[in-house]
């Protein structure tokens, strides 16, 4: 192959994995010029790598891949690695299938450049299909923070098995044993990963027994401390009735890029719905939300004072700290101790005032007009 039709076939060869990558995380499609440009310099490393007949010059391809896709995305490397073995590891699967299925059609030793052509055609079609597809995302994203230990091993197992299988058809079987040095490194390196995910995954494990313990001798104090005020005929103190009362309602559950995160309900400002993904701001920080539409959020949180004040937000009426008129159908909602405001559509305007009142009245607090 000239290296111009190395440089099209790598560039097309990156784009299907960015697009079957997004099934992981939507970072790696949200910026268009970034999800061009990747591919581009990583192309060009390759044809550079091809070019120099660099040996092992896929395994130093690899490694670019993921830096730059680590740097440019800003995701955590080790994210971008173990996603990047398992797509790669589904898409050389799929490349097997097709090569073995034009060689028993054509019958011939070698792929043509239309052939080739129409693989990666194909592949790209595929991972589009499957990358941009919502409700396969939904399914994977949780499942995938849920058991990432467990999905990065086999991630591993895929990715140096077809290491291997690559090598093999690229080395000619006569020369096979002067290179046994590098399918050594490859194995012990499929070994020290497979050890490494172990090691996690047993540390995982330990860690959630013990917390799994220790919220279970908290509710038996609790209990105890409960039975003994009742068999004393004493009541609790009001404060200790309240948080008692309101101790589930208060704390819900989020996947967030950083795992499943509990947040006070008290502490969120407002959700904005950003893309495919929602964005959850809080009081100390902005929580990525994953798998999860603004109406999910919305009833997740499942309160009355959190209602919608745009398509596509909605906000904390506790935090409303005033409002100001932009225009005959816009608003600035100002929130309060942060200097930032968030919109409200006249659509809602009139729904969201009732309900403010409502919520005023309702705490015994004094209605300031906004």
Known sequence: MTWYETLIGSFFEILTLLFFMNIFNSKYLENKYIVILLPLITAVIIVATDTLMVPVGYLINYAAIIILFSLLLKINIMEVFFEFLFSSAIILLFQTILIYISSNIGAQPMMTRTEIAIHLLLILIVSIVVGRNRKLQLKVRPFYRKYKIQ?????????????????????????????????????????????????????????????????????????????????????????????????????????????????????IYYAEKK????????????????????????????????IKCHKFLAINMKKIDGIRNLNNKQYAILLKDKKESVYLDSKYYQELICKYKHLVNKEGEEYESL
């Open 151 to 267: 999905t990065e091993l086999i991630a591993v197992n895929l990715f140096v098995l077809s290491i291997i299988c690559l090598y093999i058809w690229d080395t000619d079987l006569s020369v096979y044993n002067e290179n046994i040095i590098v399918i050594t490194a490859i194995t012990l390196l499929w070994f020290v990963l497979n050890a490494y995910l172990l090691k996690k995954l047993t540390d995982d494990y330990k860690q959630k027994k013990i917390i799994a313990l220790h919220e279970q001798n908290i509710l038996m104090s609790k209990d105890l401390i409960n039975t003994s005020f009742e068999e004393m005929n004493i009541d609790l103190p009001n404060e200790m009735v309240k948080n008692k009362d309101n101790e589930k309602g208060k704390m819900v559950f989020f996947t967030t890029d950083e795992g499943e995160i509990l947040v006070n309900i008290e502490e």
């Open 275 to 306: 893309h495919n993904y929602c964005l959850l701001h809080t009081s100390s920080k902005v929580l990525r939300l994953i798998g999860i539409s603004l109406k999910e959020v919305m009833d997740t949180i499942n309160v009355e004072f959190f």
